[in-house]
């Protein structure tokens, strides 16, 4: 079955720019999104086919897909960003998430 | 504005059927997008249970395929979700969020907006 490999944490200083990978076979060749989870509360939709921003997303999150890599940019981090992000992508008729990456922001 | 709202029984015995419904409100469930179910076990990560088509057509997650059964309900404007014979395994938050298919290439692609989601533990 295919596997989405994610780091289990990031740690990015407020104002810098962090970045979240998911890994998988040719996952540039399919299309990714990522969400954000803060505690207590549901999955956001914060970045969908590799690079679109949703409305009411801000513009500091952004994403790329190529070879084996997507990558999720949030420049600028603020607290508020301090979350767990998720990737997701379709391989096989199956929906494939990610383990799930803890962003800290400190 | 689309809202989905989950509700079924908060506790489950082993060996028995975990049912939900997901009502959906401010959009049709006929309206040309695919319903999901996603679980997240207590601290841990999200996990796909299936999506449907309210033509029926619908895709299940490999691990859990011979224990689920998701199905729609147009009238009432709902999805449904039957897990059978579940375990302690099965304890998890239980999300509902409707999900975009890419048009011609029959790819189910983004979850937005999910539900708040349904706590539900399995335990005598």
């Known amino acids: 079955s295919y596997e989405l490999t994610q780091p289990p944490s990031v740690s990015v200083s407020p104002g810098q720019t962090a970045g979240v990978t998911c890994s998988g076979d040719k996952l540039g060749d399919k299309y990714v999104c990522w969400y954000q989870q803060k505690p207590g509360q549901s999955p956001i939709l914060v970045i969908y086919q590799d690079t679109k921003r949703p409305s009411g997303i801000p513009e500091r999150f952004s994403g790329s897909n190529s070879g084996n890599t997507a990558t999720l940019t949030i420049s600028g981090t603020q607290a508020m960003d301090e979350a767990d992000y998720y990737c997701?992508?379709?391989?096989?008729?199956?929906?494939?998430f990610g383990g799930g990456t803890k962003l800290t922001v400190l | 504005q689309v809202h989905l709202q989950e509700s079924g029984p908060g506790l489950v015995e082993p060996s028995e059927t975990l049912s939900l419904t997901c009502a959906v409100s401010g959009d049709f469930i006929s309206s040309g997008f695919y319903w999901g179910w996603i679980r997240q076990s207590p601290g841990k990560g999200l996990e796909w249970i299936g999506s449907i088509y309210h033509s029926g057509s619908s895709n299940y997650n490999p691990s859990l395929r011979s224990r689920v059964a998701i199905s729609t309900d147009t009238s009432k404007n709902q999805v449904s979700l039957n897990l059978y014979s579940v375990t302690a395994a099965d304890t998890a938050v239980y999300y509902c969020a409707r999900q975009v298919v890419v048009v011609n290439t029959g790819v189910l692609d983004w979850f937005d907006p999910w539900g708040q989601g349904t706590v539900v533990t399995v335990s005598s």
């Open positions: 997701q992508a379709w391989d096989s008729s199956t929906v494939v």
